[in-house]
């Protein structure tokens, strides 16, 4: 098995930009997701502040995604916008929406709680696959 060089300051920095993204994204529609999440009080929900245990696990999620998507880069030989939307595409039907769709169908959530979740993983996975790409 060859050895990939990984740019680990290009890495870093997709997971903040992912993390930036994301945090963005709840800030400007926390009543929407609140409301799309069944929360009997919304505007409670939506004042809640975040808690630090969590925000650390996301970052680090986030940075363990994007040394995946930047060994897929590698492997695939990804370098160019096209490239980067296939590589979003297949990462969205291939993972991301099999794995999030199990709460619309036994959890009783909707198609559009589902949509308005993902929107956000599908602008951070290009935004990651972007950065990944572009800076090697």
Known sequence: METLDFNYLAIISAAVASFALGG??????KKQLAKLNGSVDAETQA?????????????????VMAFGLAWFIN??????VSGALWLTLWSVVAFVAPLTIGP???ESKTLKWWIFNNA??????FVMI???????
């Open 75 to 80: 492997a695939l030989g990804t370098s160019s």
């Open 130 to 136: 972007l950065i990944l790409t572009f800076w090697k």
């Open 120 to 125: 956000i993983n599908v602008i951070c996975l």
């Open 24 to 29: 963005a994204y709840v800030a400007l529609f």
């Open 104 to 106: 619309v169908l036994w």
């Open 47 to 63: 004042k809640q502040k975040p808690k630090p245990k969590g925000l650390i696990g996301i970052f680090l999620a986030n940075l």
